[in-house]
Nanobody
């Protein structure tokens, strides 16, 4: 049973930074992609970033490129989302997700496993 546990959310002022963590356990497949999504109140869940565990390829939504960085720690089976220059529009619940295979998708329905989410609030 795959488990994803996020942490690191909180309240920050605009222009500030936060780092989210997602610890993964229980998976046995050799190829997979880790993704971050977010969902603001009244909006659909949207893709933020993804990392292919096999070759370390990374992908970003246009809205966060240059501000957010996805990375990993193999020893800890953990993926991170470093968020800099935060804006009030970044306020949302952030979810970690995992899908089998080597290719990333921006559609949340393509992901097999999800964490419980962590709230990020950016004040103006």
């Amino acid at each position: 049973q795959v488990q994803l546990v996020e942490s690191g959310g909180g309240l920050v002022q605009a222009g500030g930074s936060l780092r989210l963590s997602c610890a993964a356990s229980g998976h046995t497949f050799s190829r997979y992609v880790m993704g971050w999504f977010r969902q603001a109140p009244g909006k659909e869940r949207e893709f933020v970033a993804a990392l292919s565990w096999n070759d370390d390829s990374t992908y970003y939504a246009t809205s966060v490129k240059g501000r957010f960085t996805i990375s990993r720690d193999n020893a800890k089976n953990t993926v991170y989302l470093q968020m800099n220059s935060l804006k009030p529009d970044d306020t949302a619940i952030y979810y970690c997700a995992q899908r089998r295979g080597s290719y990333y998708y921006t559609n949340s329905r393509e992901y097999d496993y999800w964490g419980q989410g962590t709230q990020v609030t950016v004040s103006s």
